[in-house]
């Protein structure tokens, strides 16, 4: 069975400050992960995936994400945080074998001027 | 190119009674997705379709929700007869064919059950 685990509630940084978003996974095969952000009464904005190759992913809104095979796990991060950033972020998982998504509880980012 | 589009945006019925929300995917992708999102909590997948076929719907209260993608397209999920814990976000989303890509999601519907 395929499961993700964000172990944060809430994340509080200081604006210009870095940010980390953590991510646990477990799944039987090879993962697919995603992370979405999600801003008040909207729908679920696609950020960045991995699928396989380099272990460090860029995407949008100068965000990226480093998956580690030995701990299981697929940070968020971004080396400066920005007001705007303030949104609920969800991480997302999916066994390569499988066809569903199982995304994680979210975790809200609040970013502080 | 226009988004996953979803209607109504806000729902609010009584308890017992029955509602409809529709979904128009991207252009040209193959499944489409029917998350419900409780306030606090990560989408849930309801049902997958791929075309008009149901890859999973495992997740699906079978005895109150109703789906289907007729023409492989467009789609529309039902509640009848609708409980209270029904209120939530009802979250469309598609995807071109291939595991590895990622969902584009509507606005979602949010429906209240009083």
């Known amino acids: 069975a395929q499961s993700v685990a964000q172990p944060e509630d809430q994340v509080n940084v200081a604006e210009g400050n870095p940010l980390t978003v953590k991510c646990t996974y477990s799944v039987s095969g090879n993962p697919y992960l995603f992370w979405y952000v999600q801003y008040p009464n909207r729908g679920l904005q696609f950020l960045l995936k991995y699928i396989t190759g380099d272990n460090l992913v860029k995407g949008s809104y100068g965000f990226e994400a480093e998956f580690n095979k030995s701990q299981t796990s697929f940070h968020l991060k971004k080396p400066s945080a920005l007001v705007s950033d303030s949104a609920l972020y969800f991480c997302?998982?999916?066994?390569?074998?499988?066809?569903?998504?199982?995304f994680g509880s979210g975790t809200r980012l609040s970013i502080r001027p | 190119e226009a988004g996953v589009a979803q209607s109504p945006r806000y729902k609010i019925i009584e308890k017992r009674q029955s509602v409809a929300f529709w979904c128009n995917p991207i252009?040209?992708?193959?499944?489409l997705y029917w998350y419900q999102q409780i306030l606090g909590q990560g989408p849930k997948l309801l049902i997958q379709?791929?075309?008009?076929?149901?890859?999973?719907d495992s997740q699906l209260p079978k005895d109150r929700f109703s789906a289907e993608r007729l023409k492989g397209v467009d789609s529309t999920l039902k509640i009848q007869p609708a409980k209270l814990e029904d209120s939530a976000v009802y979250l469309c989303?598609?995807?071109?064919?291939?595991?590895?890509?990622?969902?584009?999601f509507g606005p979602g519907t949010r429906l209240t059950v009083l």
């Open positions: 379709f791929q075309n008009n076929g149901v890859v999973d």
């Open positions: 252009s040209g992708h193959a499944t």
């Open positions: 997302a998982v999916r066994d390569s074998s499988a066809s569903k998504i199982i």
């Open positions: 989303a598609s995807s071109p064919t291939g595991q590895g890509g990622e969902q584009f």
